[in-house]
Each structure stands twice: as structure tokens, then as C-alpha cells.
């Protein structure tokens, strides 16, 4: 068995035709890939993105409470209009 270096990964070292875990697509989930979603589609980028997402790095986690607000605040806002009118 050969010594493996520092600056190489013995996980790459796969004869399939499987692409690598960087290219865009790999992290949707399962039920999306069922649905037809892909990473070229704006609603299937955005679970590719968000499933790349590290809950170890304090600044993937930044980003993920970034997005629920701005995600989330438009259906508060909506709900504070709704309330208002009545």
C-alpha cells in the first residue's frame, strides 16, 4: 500500500464515474432530485447552496440565519398586513 500525502486525498481515489463532491448538484436531497429540481433551476440552486452549508463553521452559520431573515421576513410582513387591516 502506498503512503498517502498531505496534499492528497485518499477519498479521490475512486475509479467510478461518480463527479467529485465540489461539483454543483451534489448536496439536494433527495425528494428534489425526485421532484426533476437540478442546480440549474433558481429553487434547486438555492438547496444545493444551503446544503453545502457547515453547521462547524461559525460563518456557514451566519449565512444560514442571514437567509431564514430574509426568507422569513416577507411572510412576517405579510402577516403583520394582514393583522393590521382587520
Not at 479521490?12 to 433551476?41: E, I, N, S
Not at 442571514?66 to 412576517?76: A, E, H, S, T
Amino acid at each position: 500500500m502506498r503512503e498517502v500525502d498531505d496534499w492528497e486525498d485518499a477519498d479521490d481515489d475512486h475509479d467510478d464515474d461518480t463527479p467529485p463532491c465540489w461539483f454543483a448538484g451534489q448536496h439536494l436531497p433527495d425528494q428534489a432530485v425526485r421532484m426533476g429540481l437540478t442546480h440549474h433551476v433558481p429553487d434547486g440552486a438555492l438547496l444545493d447552496f444551503a446544503g453545502r452549508l457547515d453547521s462547524a463553521k461559525p460563518v456557514h452559520r451566519l449565512t444560514a440565519w442571514v437567509m431564514l431573515v430574509v426568507f422569513g421576513l416577507p411572510v412576517v410582513f405579510a402577516l403583520m398586513r394582514v393583522f393590521y387591516l382587520f
